[in-house]
């Protein structure tokens, strides 16, 4: 059983890795590079002499940054799916359905806990904004995914308004009390492009949950039929 859970997590983690980080270093990196840009000083906003890239047109291929990009990223997703396989694991021991469609909406659940949920409070940053402590805001963080993670979990599978009642407190308790904040908001980085930087996070992130979350069902249904036809009659 671990070893067939491992497998379907590192298989589906990969995969789902590897269309990420793609997908990451064409729309979220060039925009990186631009704020990188406003915070050495090599642009200003509100009058630069220079000329203003156009921020696709920052992309620049660099083998060894591009290439550890794209490994950790795939780590990172493998770490997802080692979390998400053993959930779905035991849904299916309640009676839940898991396969390729199902694991679209796990994708989507996984997005909402870990990127959108703590993101409606503590939106993506790019470099050069002002910004609380960092380990402030990691455990702010860690307590809204987990939180929002428990939530989801009590939509799907509770079976009681007392359940429910308990996922929506969940859900708000973070945002109510508030993340970390600067004591001031200041930057040298245009609004537009930190709004852009958020957009694409956000879009990258949930295309690549959905991936995950189909990869998931999809492996683990298919070693589900193996098991089951290992069994002996």
Not at 128 to 149: C, E, K, M, N, Y
């Amino acid at each position: 059983m671990f070893t067939r859970l491992l497998t379907s997590a590192l298989f589906a983690g990969a995969a789902a890795g590897l269309i990420a980080a793609l997908l990451q270093l064409y729309f979220v990196q060039p925009v990186l590079l631009h704020a990188e840009l406003y915070e050495s000083g090599q642009l200003v906003h509100f009058g630069a002499e220079t000329a203003v890239p156009a921020v696709q047109d920052l992309g620049g291929v660099d083998p060894v940054r591009d290439g550890l990009s794209v490994i950790f990223t795939m780590l990172v997703y493998c770490g997802y799916a080692l979390v998400m396989l053993p959930l779905m694991a035991l849904a299916q021991d309640r009676g839940a359905r898991i396969d390729a469609r199902t694991g679209l909406i796990w994708g989507l659940a996984g997005f909402v806990a870990v990127q959108f949920a703590p993101g409606f409070t503590l939106a993506p940053e790019v470099p050069g904004v002002a910004a609380a402590d960092v380990h402030d805001r990691q455990i702010w963080w860690f307590a809204t995914v987990l939180a929002a993670g428990i939530a989801l979990w009590l939509i799907a599978f509770g079976t009681s308004w007392a359940a429910w009642g308990a996922a929506v407190v969940l859900l708000l308790a973070p945002h109510v009390i508030g993340a970390p904040e600067p004591e001031t908001f200041t930057g040298p980085v245009p609004t537009e492009i930190g709004a852009l930087f958020a957009a694409r996070a956000y879009g990258v992130g949930m295309a690549a949950w959905v991936m995950l979350g189909a990869f998931a069902g999809c492996f683990w249904a298919r070693e589900s039929r193996t098991m089951a036809l290992g069994q002996p009659a």
